[in-house]
Every structure is written in C-alpha cells, then in structure tokens.
C-alpha cells in the first residue's frame, strides 16, 4: 500500500474521532442543551384493544381489516361471523418513522378474528314453507327432497326448481310436471285437469277416459333461496323430508253446520268423539248441545308440507245419498223425527278423485250408469235451543243422592228418585227452569210438593216444603221464588227433595243441572 493511501486513511480516522468527541463533549457540557431529532408520525392500530401494528395512513385499519377477513373466509371456505369489531387509530410519533408492514398487520388482525369469530356458517339451501325452514347442502339436495315428497303419491311426475318470475331476488319455487309436459307451459294445477275431463265426459262410455294420476301440486308456498347458515343447521335429505312430510298434531276450530251431531262432526273430522269432547271445556258429553256457527277445537295430525293430487278413476258402489234435514223451527234441538227412511242405491262411475295427502276432499262424477237410484233419509229437527237448569237454592249439601239407598224413616223408599239438599227451614225455593205449574199441594210422603213442566218435555219436582207460593195453572220463570224449604211429609230434617223427570221416568238431577 502507498505512503499516500496510509495516510488518507489516517486523516479519515483522525477526522471521525475528532467529531465523535465534539459531539460527546457538546452533549455533557454543563448548562447546554441539544434538541431532539423530529420523529417521523406512524399511524398505531388496535382491534377491539389490542395493537396489531403502525400504518403509515389512518385509512390503512380499515382496510387491512377487510383484506384480513376475507382471507381468513378464503382459507376455511365458511363465512365467519363475529360482533362488530372496534377498529381504533391513533398517531404516534416514531423516531425513525418506519411502520409495519400490511402481512404483519393483517396477521395480527387474523389472529384476533380467530379466537373472537363465532359460529362458521356454509353456504346451503334453504327450504321454506310457511314458518318451518329446512337446509340442505345444494340445489339438487333441494330437488330430491322435494321430490321423495311427491314420490309418495304418483310416478312419472318429476319437481325442478325454477326462478319466482314474481319476485326480483333470487327466489326458486317448485315446479311440477308429467312425462312430456313442458315446465315452462305446464301450470301444475288441478283447472287444466278438470277442463280435459269434462272435455273427455261428453264422450260417454268408460273407454273414453285416460285413467291414472293426473295432477299433482303441493298444498303450501314453497320457497327455496341460497343463504349461509351455521353448519350444524345442515340437514340431510332423510332429516329434511321427515321434517317436512311427518304429520304433527296442528290445533284448527271446526264451524258447527246446521243439522251436525258431535257423531257426524267426529266422522268429518277424522277425530274420537271422546277427543273432541276432551278439547272442549263447553261439552260435557256426547248429549251436549252445540249449535250453528260454534267453533270447536280439533286438533289433526298434518304434515308441514302436503301434496294435493288428482287421479281419474273407475269403480263400483254400493252408495247413500247425504241426509237432508227439513227445520221446524217450533221444535227444541233436542227433537227430531225421521220423515223419509233411507234406500243405498248402485252405480259404476268414472270420478275425477281430489286428495290432500291420503285424505280425499273432493269427488267429481263425470259419467256414471245406475242400476238403482238411492232415496235420501229426511229429517225433521228442532232449532230452538232447549231451556237451561239452575240449582232450586242457594248454598244447601247434598245429604242424599240418587239411587238406592236404607230407607232414612220408616215408610220411606229405598230407591230414591231425587237428590236430597239440605238447608235451613225456610230457605227460598226457585224454580230451576220456566215452566208451568202442573201440581201445588199436598203429596203424601212428598209432604207439601211443587211440580213444574218445563217446554222441553221434562218436569221438576220440589218436595218436603214448609210453604208454597204458586198455583196450579201458573207460568213461572227461571228464578223466580215458588215455594221454602221445609220438612213436611216423609222427613228426617229441614232440606229439599229436587227431582228431574224425563218422559216420566226419574232421572238423576246432577246428570242436568249443577248442584
């Protein structure tokens, strides 16, 4: 190495030391100060408290939060949710001004949506009808259901989902067609069907119709529409036709007709008459009065989902014609009287046959040959509603029921007809429905006795009296005082006897009014 070199060497050195200790001597001498160097300003992100990194702009926080969830959704293939995050940034000061890179940022920002992300939601199908929703994996999941739905019912018809021409989001519905039938034509209703049978009908013979399964629909709205959901809601298509197919109980009311019985009621219904009395708080048994227009809770097990199907078909009856009913309306409901006896007639008919399910709900003869006519059966009934019963006095114990029992006192029977209610000598004696008075006087054992007719056929007797106030002949009301309470006749004891008689015959008084 050249003297020139070494030398420009040394006079680098020298002059590096020379500064270095000027520098140290300006910072440690007494009563001087030096300023700091300005920083540069970073921007400090935090998500939800915590410090994921500096940014070099403000803006950055949101937008490498946004970057890190999809990337996070991109790698598990689930979208995640989370509740909102709270995304701060503040500026800080650094004394070189470098900030983070964005990977270390979106890193942090990662990590904290993992631990706080809750449910993964997939995408799926989802199925609604009315409030019940079921979801699949796919479209063609979707279609097999729907399908296993139908199946049931007919063969040939096949379900594809089609876009909701009614609806500008992404909205699918069902539709139904036959072998051949084009979907985008084919209206998968019943109208088409009764139109090509009536048609086929006004060429009589039996050989004139296509006989089999001719329209098939479901009963409800049926929607489908993409979405994500937690994964766990997944069904598989075993799950989801179960859920949607299975029949579950569903409470519905039924309008009482003019004319119905609880019996034809329970036959319409497809419901135990001992069910729907059980439903019922008003019925007591299958005697109870119903009237026009009351509404009755049944209950019938019905799927989610049904199918309505239509079929034409040939057969062969034995058949009635319906009751017809003539209404007097002088009589009580409680009275009828068959006028016409029935007569089943015969034919062989070709019927356009309506199902919901397996139940039928419509039967539309379109051609038929009679081998013998029915005759309807006609009644006569009553539409008055009979007279209600109240309890003859106010308080009082049962003391002796109906039925047999020891003679209480000698002469006294041992089957007894009424129902004995022991009160104070004295206690008013109403009369438990309007009626007339019929017998006010003395009765033997009955002592002083009151017997009232009641419109509905029926009389009430009241014995044992102390006093009496009305007279034979006399109209009373429901309420009004007819006589006291007294211990006349066969007594042991201050009470009253009340008995009910029906057609004559002695019948249990708490079987009618509530004592």
């Known amino acids: 190495m050249s003297i020139y070199v070494i030398n420009k060497v040394r006079t680098v050195t020298g002059l590096r030391t020379r500064l270095f200790c000027a520098g140290m001597f300006l910072l440690l001498m007494p009563g001087k100060t030096v300023e700091k160097p300005v920083a ?21 926080g949101q937008e490498l939060y946004l970057e890190a969830r999809r990337e996070l959704c991109s790698e598990s293939g689930q979208l995640l949710l989370m509740d909102s995050p709270v995304i701060s940034v503040k500026p800080v000061e650094d004394f070189y001004g470098f900030p983070d890179s964005d990977e270390t940022i979106r890193s942090g920002i990662k990590q904290i949506i993992s631990a706080g992300s809750s449910t993964a939601y997939v995408p799926a199908w989802t199925v609604k009808v009315g409030d019940t929703e079921v979801c699949l994996s796919s479209a063609d999941e979707v279609t097999a259901v729907l399908q296993d739905a139908i199946d049931k019912y007919s063969e040939g018809f096949t379900v594809s989902l089609q876009a909701d021409p009614a609806r500008e989001l992404g909205v699918l519905i069902p539709v139904i067609k036959g072998q051949g039938e084009d979907p985008e034509e084919f209206l998968g209703g019943a109208a088409d069907t009764i139109e090509l049978a009536a048609e086929e009908a006004d060429h009589a013979g039996f050989d004139n119709f296509d006989y089999g399964v001719c329209s098939v629909a479901f009963s409800e709205a049926v929607e489908v529409v993409e979405a994500h959901v ?11 036709v179960s859920v949607l197919t299975e029949p579950k109980e569903l409470e519905q009311t039924y309008k009482v007709q003019p004319g119905d019985t609880l019996s034809e009621i329970s036959l319409k219904v497809g419901l135990p008459l001992d069910r729907i009395i059980e439903l019922n708080d008003e019925l007591e048994s299958e005697s109870s009065i119903i009237r026009p227009d009351q509404e009755l809770l049944i209950t019938t097990p019905e799927p989610v989902l049904s199918v309505t199907w239509s079929e034409i078909a040939r057969f062969s009856e034995v058949y009635d014609l319906p009751t017809e009913y003539v209404y007097n309306d002088e009589w009580f409901t409680n009275k009828s009287v068959t006028i016409t006896q029935p007569s089943a007639g015969y034919h062989e008919a070709v019927a356009l046959i309506t199902r919901k399910n397996d139940d039928e709900t419509e039967r539309q003869v379109l051609y038929e040959e009679i081998g013998m006519e029915p005759v309807a059966k006609v009644v006569e009934k009553g539409t008055i509603a009979p007279p209600s019963y109240i309890k003859p006095i106010s308080g009082g114990r049962i003391s002796s029921g109906f039925g047999k029992r020891s003679a ?15 009160t104070p000598l004295g206690t008013p004696v109403w009369a438990s429905s309007g009626g007339t008075v019929s017998f006010a006087g003395w009765g033997g054992g009955y002592g002083n006795v009151v017997y009232v007719d009641h419109p509905d056929g029926r009389q009430t007797r009241y014995a044992h009296l102390s006093k009496i106030y009305v007279k034979v002949g006399q109209s009373v009301n429901q309420g009004q005082v007819i006589a006291a309470s007294g211990s006349t006749g066969r007594s042991t004891g201050p009470h009253l006897h009340f008995e009910m008689r029906i057609g004559g015959v002695a019948k249990d008084p708490r079987d009618y009014v509530p004592l």
């Open 230 to 240: 937690p994964a766990e809601v997944l069904m598989s298509r075993g799950e989801a």
């Open 408 to 422: 209480p006192t000698a002469g006294a029977t041992t089957y007894h007809q009424g129902v004995d209610l022991a």
């Open 40 to 60: 540069g300003t970073v921007y400090e992100i935090s998500v939800n408290g915590s410090v994921v990194g500096t940014a070099d702009a403000p803006e950055k």
